[in-house]
Nanobody, 125 residues
Framework: QVQLVDSGGGLVQPGDSLRLSCAAS????????MAWFRQAPGKEREWVAA????????AFADNVEGRFTFSRDRLKNTVYLQMNSLKPEDTAVYYC??????????????????WGQGTQVTVSS
């Protein structure tokens, strides 16, 4: 099974930026996609964005479209989520997830088999 390590969260002010990282190891050649989900206190886990592992296809939730972007380092099997113009409502624990069964870009958490441990993002003045 693919193993994921996510990192890069922190405490920032509204309007600031953060870059989250998700490093994959193990049988990464079996991956079709990687996604980010987030969960705020008292709320359900929410799909944020996804990127095809072997292609350039990406997808973003409406509430982050235009503010969040992807980049990647293929040699390090690492995907980065650049988050700009952060808002207080972006506050949540962010999780990366890997999909080895379905093509990009599912919004359903139960279609992802591997998960990172989560990284806290807090946007507050």
């Amino acid at each position: 099974q693919v193993q994921l390590v996510d990192s890069g969260g922190g405490l920032v002010q509204p309007g600031d930026s953060l870059r989250l990282s998700c490093a994959a190891s193990g049988p990464t050649d079996r991956m079709y996609a990687m996604a980010w989900f987030r969960q705020a206190p008292g709320k359900e886990r929410e799909w944020v964005a996804a990127i095809a592992w072997g292609a350039d296809r990406t997808a973003f939730a409406d509430n982050v479209e235009g503010r969040f972007t992807f980049s990647r380092d293929r040699l390090k099997n690492t995907v980065y989520l650049q988050m700009n113009s952060l808002k207080p409502e972006d506050t949540a624990v962010y999780y990366c997830a890997a999909d080895t069964r379905y093509a990009c870009c599912s919004i359903h958490a139960d279609e992802y088999e591997s998960w990172g441990q989560g990284t806290q993002v807090t946007v507050s003045s």
